[in-house]
Structure formats: C-alpha cells, structure tokens
C-alpha cells in the first residue's frame, strides 16, 4: 500500500500546507497513568481526519488535549499557532460530543444560538459564521424544526443541533468525538455525506473520532490510527479516493482495501 | 399503492380506536377516586343519623355543609391571616433556601460550615419549636411565618441544591469550549437545570407552609384557621371544627395547584 506514509512533524516543505493544530512531544497523564506517550502530529489545515483506534487507546484523551479541556503534562500543543487556550478563549475550534449535550429546555434554534450570548455581555468579540443559525439549522437538514425541543428530536436530529452549534462561531477547526456512534446505520451514512457537504462548503478542518473502520475511510483524508498502552501514534493512513464520495464507493475494490490494511493494524494495536 | 392506502387507512382507524380506550381509561380513573368519595360521604352521613351518633362527636357531612355556608363570613375572616402567613411563609422560607443552596454549590466551606446547622434545625420538630418562636416574636403575625418559612426550608434547600448539581458533565465541558464565566454557567446551565428540582420541593412547601401557619397559631392566636380550630374545639362545636379542617385543605390544594400550574408554564421540556 503506497498510500501510507509516516509523517515527520519536523519537515518542513515548501508550499506545505498550513497547520491547524500541532502536538509536539504531547503526554497526557491521570496520576501515574499515562494517557497519551510523547504525541507529535501537525494536523494541516483543511484536512479531514479520522481517528482509529482500540477502545481505550486515548482518541477522546487526544481531541480533550487539542480542546483544553485537560492540560498536557509535558510537550506542546498549539492551535493555529496559539497556545490552545487562547484558541479556546478566541472560539477557534469548536467540539461535538458523542451524546450532542444540547440544554434540554431550549428549543433547537435556541441551543445554536448558545455560544452566540456567551461572552457577549462581557463585550467578548466572537467570530460569527456568515450564515445565521436559522440558516445553519437549514444547512444541516432541520428546516422547520427550528423550534423543536431536544426531547421532540430523533438522536440523529440533536446531533444536528450539535452540528450547528458547532458551526455558529465559524471555527476554522472541528474537533468530533464518535459524534454518530449510537445512532442507526441509515441516520449515520446521511450525516456522513452531509458532514462532508459541509466540511467542503466551509473549508473547515476536522478531527473525527470513531470506531467504525468504514467510517473512518470513508470520511477521512487521513486516518490516523492510535495504538493503547501507552497511547501513542501508530501510522497516518492518506486515503487516496476520489473527492466525491458516494455512498456507492463503499462498494468498491479500493475502499475494501483500505479498510482490510486499516483491520489489519488495529488488530495489532 | 392500493394497499398502502388501506393500510393507512386501517392505521387512522386504529389510532382512534386507540385515543377513545385511553380517554375512556382516564376519565375511569378519575370517576373512581371521586366515586369513592361520594359513597364514603353518604356511609358517613347514613351511619350518624342511624346510630344517632351525638354531633360533638362526630357531625353528619349535612351539618358541616350547613355551618360552612352559614358560618361562610367567619370563616373567611379567619381564612385572610392563615392565607397571608402561609404564603409569606413560603416566599420567605424557598427564597432563603435558594439562596444558602446557592451559596452552598459556589463554595464547599460555606456548605460544610452551615448544612449541619440547616440538619440540627430540620431534626428539631416544629410542635416543639413553635412556642419558643411565638414568644421571642410575640403573638402576631411574624412568628407564624417564620415557623410556615422554618417548615419550608429544608426540603427545598436539599433540593436545589441537589437540583444545582445536576448538571451533565457534558454541559460543563461544552460551557469550558465556550469559555463561559461563572456567572454564565450559573444562569445559563445550572439554575434552569435545577427547576424540576425546586418544583418539586416546592410542591412539598406549597402544603406544608399551611401546617406551619396552623400551628403557628394554636400556640397563640386570636384570629386564622388554627385559633378557630382550637376554639371551636373546646367549644365543642364540631360541625364548624370540620369546616375549619375543610377549608384548611382547600387552602393547601388551592397552593398545591398554583405551584403547579407554575410549574407546568415555565418548565416546558
Ligand atoms: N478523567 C480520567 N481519569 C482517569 N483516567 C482516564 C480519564 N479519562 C480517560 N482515562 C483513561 O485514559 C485512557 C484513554 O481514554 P479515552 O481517551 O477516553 O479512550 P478512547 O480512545 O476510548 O476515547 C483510558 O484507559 C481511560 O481509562
Ligand atoms: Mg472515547
């Protein structure tokens, strides 16, 4: 397989692309347990990668890190170049969580609006997506829902809230965490192609947890597969498959192969 | 296309079929409480006219219907003082439980330092308490709130509290990436979170504010519900004791509703 490669995060290439957000020498650690083993990874603007690995391995631990949600106990982690707090503080990158932790009591359009009022009395200048979050509702398939409690939405449908929330401060970087884990096949492989209408329409880059093999290859650019005890990073797989992706590509010979050589490292992960 | 339509068809038929069996059930299960009541009633009223049961004793339902409609004026006269002290009660008693739970979920030492305190007051029982109050606040209308106010607080303070705590971890996380202030977390994610909570407790209030009241002025009082519950006790005048205790009631339901017709506007979800 001629796809795969290791990436050097110290090479430099002329033209390269920019980076979204960089891990150098990065460990996570709960007490004595490490977490995360010296990570280092320059993850390029624009890209859409999935993570792959064994349950357990550290994907949430690593997408925690790049958020700041949890501090690294050694190394560096920088988002665009800015310690990852300052992202935080200037909504740089925003997170989906598997569960879409929507506030049950505000409708739909309310919850998209959320990220909007914080801050905003404190006369914080946020970035606001072009479009409004009627209009991101729209985008993400919910028109006419807009004033829907989360209790009256299918799982699919408040991982779409999620997803709009998500967009409303435009983040130039999109962390997922298994974000359509628990839901059903058919609801998964249409927020799959609508993720990555989206992803091409905002340019968006992307960090995408999962455990699904087929997932992974068909949404990703790059899988990047991580290995457990301690969590480390095994390989970076560039998914070389047309820019288009149908669902019908999951049929084809190259798609099986990906997902065959990705089965394949996992098992030895 | 010819069977789906009969499909559908049969389907509509169903649902209302279905709708009448649910109405039918509910409208069972309110006639049988309301049934029951009636038959007792009329056992009651039957039993003391056969046996001829002395009315000091026990009043046929036909005297207590009688003195409530004659003795109306005074009853309502009585009704006014119980009416104002137990409401101030209940607004004095949930706010102060509000606030301490507040101060309680913003900082441990302060809950470590006042929540065995608010235990010993809620062991001590109010029958015991009450005379203590009237004496330091004397026989008007001060001490039989601050008992209504004492009665209330508990309940709510554990429950707000509880209510304040309930927050999903996901919703905290989602208000760090959103590097909400604490203040922002409070009113945004925790007091609206905590609503089922308080309403809950204050259903609870909404009929024990009415004990304390009662209470309040057995122990001196010469006007409200209680002190005509104590007259009317010694006088021997039954029928008007039970259409005290009647009114009584009404008093606690009618508060019962009002909480929870309030609760039904504002918690939507
Ligand atoms: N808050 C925590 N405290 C202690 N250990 C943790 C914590 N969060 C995660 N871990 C541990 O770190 C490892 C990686 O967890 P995680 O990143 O959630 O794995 P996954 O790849 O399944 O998302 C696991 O062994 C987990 O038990
Ligand atoms: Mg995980």
Redo the contacts with the bound molecule.
């Keep these: 397989m001629s796809a795969v490669l290791e990436i050097n995060p110290t090479q430099e290439v002329a033209g390269a692309p920019a980076i979204a957000a960089s891990l150098k020498e990065a460990s996570v650690k ?2 004595a ?1 490490t ?1 995360i083993d010296r990570l280092s990874i320059d993850i390029e603007e624009g890209a859409f990668y999935t993570i792959l ?1 064994p ?8 997408l925690r890190l790049v958020s700041d949600l949890i501090p690294a106990a050694s190394g560096e982690v920088s988002i665009f170049g800015k310690p990852t707090e300052e992202a935080r503080i200037a909504r740089e990158f925003a997170f989906v969580f598997q569960d879409a932790a929507l506030l049950p009591w505000r409708t739909a359009l309310q919850n998209v609006e959320l990220p909007l009022e914080i801050g905003r009395k404190r006369g914080i200048k946020l970035p606001v997506s072009d479009k409004t979050p009627t209009e991101l509702l729209e985008l993400v398939g919910l028109k006419g829902r807009e004033n829907a409690l989360p209790s009256e939405l299918s799982g699919g449908m408040r991982q779409r809230v999620a997803i709009a929330r998500a967009l409303v401060c435009q983040p130039k970087l999109l962390l997922m965490d298994e974000p359509f884990g628990a839901l059903d096949e058919m609801t998964r492989d249409h927020l799959n192609l609508q993720l990555l209408k989206i992803w091409k329409e905002t340019g968006v880059t992307v960090l995408f ?1 999962t455990h699904s093999i087929p997932e992974a290859v068909f949404l990703g650019q790059k899988v990047m597969m ?1 290995q457990a005890h301690p ?1 480390r990073l095994r390989e970076i797989v560039d998914i070389d498959l047309p820019e288009d992706r149908t669902i019908e590509l999951r049929d084809t010979q190259e798609f099986t192969k990906y997902s065959a050589y990705l089965r394949k490292i996992l098992e030895t992960c | 296309m010819a069977l789906a339509s009969t499909n559908s068809a049969e389907q509509v038929d169903i649902d209302i079929e279905a709708r009448r069996v649910e109405r039918r059930k509910k409208m069972y299960a309110a006639a049988l409480p309301i049934g029951t009541a009636i038959a007792l009633i009329v056992i009651w009223q039957l039993g003391v006219r056969l046996f001829d049961v002395p009315t000091y004793i026990a009043p046929a339902p036909s005297d207590v219907a009688y003195t409530f409609v004659d003795k109306f004026p005074i009853l309502m006269v009585n009704f006014w003082p119980t009416f104002y002290e137990s409401i101030l009660g209940f607004l004095f008693g949930n706010f102060f439980a509000i606030v301490i739970a507040i101060a309680f979920v913003h900082s441990k030492n302060v809950e470590k330092a006042f929540f065995p305190i608010a235990v010993f007051i809620n062991t001590i029982p109010i029958l015991a308490i009450a005379p203590i109050l009237v004496l330091i606040f004397g026989p008007g209308l001060t001490a039989k709130v601050v008992i209504a106010a004492l009665i209330c607080f508990f309940p709510t303070l554990v429950n707000m509290v509880r209510g304040l705590q309930a927050v999903s971890p996901q919703s905290l996380e989602l208000a760090r990436i959103l590097s909400a202030s604490k203040s922002e977390i409070f009113w945004k994610i925790r007091l609206p979170s905590s609503l089922p909570f308080l309403f809950s407790a204050l259903r609870i209030a909404a009929t024990t504010c009415v004990i304390g009241a009662i209470v309040g002025e057995w122990v001196g009082a010469d006007l409200g519900l209680g002190a005509l519950i104590i007259d009317s006790t010694f006088n021997f005048n039954s029928p008007l004791l039970y259409a005290t205790v009647f009114m009584s009631s009404g008093l606690s339901v009618c508060l019962f509703a009002a909480v929870a017709i309030a609760e039904r506007l504002i918690i939507r979800w």
Excluded: I
């Design positions: 709960f007490g347990f977490a690995g349950s357990g391995c550290g994907k949430s631990t690593m947890v991580l969590g």
